[in-house]
């Protein structure tokens, strides 16, 4: 299976990035995780939106599956995201895991998406957001797997 997450924000922080290595290891089984870092486009919220949608627009292949990262979208528990997470493999599309940046995603990045996903009700920095999704899609194939990573 190959991933491919796209971040918007800054390169990832030294505590962040030892976490991230630490779960693309234990992906590799599973998945091939490939990062792409798209940078702040600044300005006021509208332009940001814009710009940074279409920076991520522009590296969507037609044939992925998108998941955007949107605090609207649906929110799963563990198991039912491993669920899901066999549903998608099952399509043999690329997986593509969009974090937007600090004003959100155009209209046009929500309607591409063919799932929104909440990953949580709470807020946190992009950087955490990024060791966060990694963790659960580690947890995921761990479940999936039978493997005792995930207690229930």
Known sequence: ?????IAIGREHESYVKEGLELFTKRLRPYAQVEWT???YAGG???RSRREESRA???RIDDRDLVILLDERGTEWDSPTLAAQLERWQGLGKRLVFIIGGAYGVSDEL????????CLSKLVF?????????LEQLYRSYSILAGTPYHHS
């Open 44 to 46: 006021d919220e509208a």
């Open 1 to 5: 299976m190959s991933i491919r997450i």
């Open 56 to 58: 991520v627009l522009a």
């Open 37 to 39: 870092l798209l940078p």
């Open 125 to 133: 920095p992009h950087q955490l957001v990024r060791l966060l999704l």
């Open 110 to 117: 929500s309607a591409r998406a063919d799932f929104s996903w």
